[in-house]
T-cell receptor, first 115, second 115 residues
Framework: QKEVEQNSGPLSVPEGAIASLNCTYS??????FFWYRQYSGKSPELIMF????GDKEDGRFTAQLNKASQYVSLLIRDSQPSDSATYLC???????????????FGQGTILTVHP | GAVVSQHPSRVICKSGTSVKIECRSL??????MFWYRQFPKQSLMLMAT?????????EQGVEKDKFLINHASLTLSTLTVTSAHPEDSSFYIC???????????FGPGTRLTVL
């Protein structure tokens, strides 16, 4: 069973702080990793993807990947109340298998940024 | 870029009727689209993978005769919920994978209520 695990939270941070969201995955052959944001009642919105070990920065967001430890994280700097949402970690299945191309989602972490 | 639309956004129907949901990639071609279902306070559950010009691949436990999928072109996939029942009430979301990448972009979702 291929799994993606996230702390469901809720994670509460003050406005302006750094929010740190973590995700672990079980399939060592996974190649691609995604972070989506989902507001209540809406569909997921892509924030970032990362393929290689290390950090990838995009504005206030930084994705970090460590394949050896099988974890991926998302840092949100200068958190704003509008960042309050559920953050979904998604992992692509390993290439070459019958499940290639499908994403496995974690349960999501609820983030609340309070003024 | 990478915009996906869904229609209708909301539908209410009587038990026993069929409902068709359309998913379109507006500014890119998608040989593969995915259909998800999400119940309140739960994560996304993949229902099926829709491949242009071929039969859809259904996840375990999803009835292919109840959830009919057609992917007639590189920009359109449809999901038909046949003989809908109240337990089929859910948030149905499609995604389209950008050709040549692993990245999925989600449509806005369709909220189905079966009375």
């Amino acid at each position: 069973q291929k799994e993606v695990e996230q702390n469901s939270g809720p994670l509460s941070v003050p406005e302006g702080a750094i929010a740190s969201l973590n995700c672990t995955y079980s399939d060592r052959g996974s190649q691609s990793f995604f972070w989506y944001r989902q507001y209540s009642g809406k569909s997921p919105e892509l924030i970032m993807f990362i393929y290689s070990n290390g950090d990838k920065e995009d504005g206030r967001f930084t994705a970090q990947l460590n394949k050896a430890s099988q974890y991926v994280s998302l840092l949100i700097r200068d958190s704003q109340p509008s960042d309050s949402a559920t953050y979904l970690c998604a992992v692509n299945q390993a290439a070459g298998g019958t499940s290639y191309g499908k994403l496995t989602f974690g349960q999501g972490t609820i983030l609340t940024v309070h003024p | 870029g990478a915009v996906v639309s869904q229609h209708p956004s909301r539908v209410i129907c009587k038990s026993g009727t069929s409902v068709k949901i359309e998913c379109r990639s507006l500014d890119f071609q998608a040989t593969t689209m995915f259909w998800y279902r999400q119940f309140p306070k739960q994560s996304l559950m993949l229902m099926a993978t829709s491949n242009e010009g071929s039969k859809a691949t259904y996840e375990q436990g999803v009835e292919k005769d109840k959830f009919l999928i057609n992917h007639a072109s590189l920009t359109l996939s449809t999901l038909t919920v046949t003989s809908a029942h109240p337990e089929d009430s859910s948030f149905y979301i499609c995604s389209a994978r950008l050709v040549g990448t692993d990245t999925q972009y989600f449509g806005p979702g369709t909220r189905l209520t079966v009375l």
